[in-house]
């Protein structure tokens, strides 16, 4: 059974880098793409972006100017760095797996969410 | 962006209630249609793909239908475990997108 659970600082200053993890199991990385996704409180949900099992990334444009993924398959884990990051960033930060035998966009299975809060 | 209106933001149903939600798209979608259920301090959950396929494990009380621009999820008959908050999201055009969210409260 694939399970996903990120991990991050809980709080970030403004002007800083976000940095996040998250590690899969239960599943292979292959053949997947692996997506973040946020909701600030009591807002809906924006993608991020995702990573395939190659390394090729796909960014909101919105977020693309301060958005680097990485992903180590040897590790089973991917991760996030959001940089100069401001109180808007602040959000709980889903993983999410899409792919495999359906579309890139079906996100099947989640983590359970980290809440990030940017405060000085 | 594509965007996706839900409608309603909110209801109230009674235990066995058939419940049906509505989102309509900014632009024609083929079926890269997807909705989530969300309840309070977990994460979304995925009960529909492609716009009418029940996600395995899924109650078949659950439902998608649509092409276009409007996709509807129906619930049968609402069991109290179906309390929480229902996403739609597309993602025939990147980035994807997903509505603002409907909260279904059991009476």
């Known amino acids: 059974q694939v399970q996903l659970q990120e991990s991050g600082p809980g709080l970030v200053k403004p002007s800083e880098t976000l940095s996040l993890t998250c590690n899969v199991s239960g599943v292979s990385m292959t053949g997947y793409h692996w997506s973040w996704i946020r909701q600030a409180p009591g807002k809906e949900l924006d993608w991020i972006g995702y990573i395939d099992y190659s390394g090729n990334t796909n960014y909101n444009p919105s977020l693309k100017s301060r958005l680097t993924f990485s992903i180590d398959t040897s590790k089973n884990q991917f991760s996030l760095k959001l940089s100069s990051v401001t109180a808007a960033d602040s959000a709980v930060y889903y993983c999410?797996?899409?792919?495999?035998?359906?579309?890139?966009?079906?996100?099947?299975?989640w983590g359970h969410g980290t809440l990030i809060t940017v405060s000085s | 962006d594509i965007q996706l209106t839900q409608s309603p933001s909110s209801l109230s149903a009674s235990i066995g209630d058939r419940v049906t939600i509505s989102c309509q798209a900014s632009?024609?979608?083929?079926?890269?249609f997807n909705w989530y259920q969300q309840k309070p301090g977990k994460a979304p959950k995925l009960l529909i793909y492609d716009a009418s396929n029940l996600e395995t494990g899924v109650p078949s009380r659950f439902s998608g239908r649509g092409s276009g621009t409007d996709f509807t999820l129906t619930i049968s008959s609402l069991q109290p475990e179906d309390s929480a908050t229902y996403y739609c999201?597309?993602?025939?055009?990147?980035?994807?997108?997903f509505g603002g969210g409907t909260k279904v409260d059991i009476k």
């Open positions: 999201q597309q993602y025939d055009n990147l980035p994807p997108t």
């Open positions: 999410a797996r899409g792919g495999g035998k359906r579309q890139i966009g079906v996100l099947d299975s």
């Open positions: 632009q024609y979608i083929t079926k890269s």
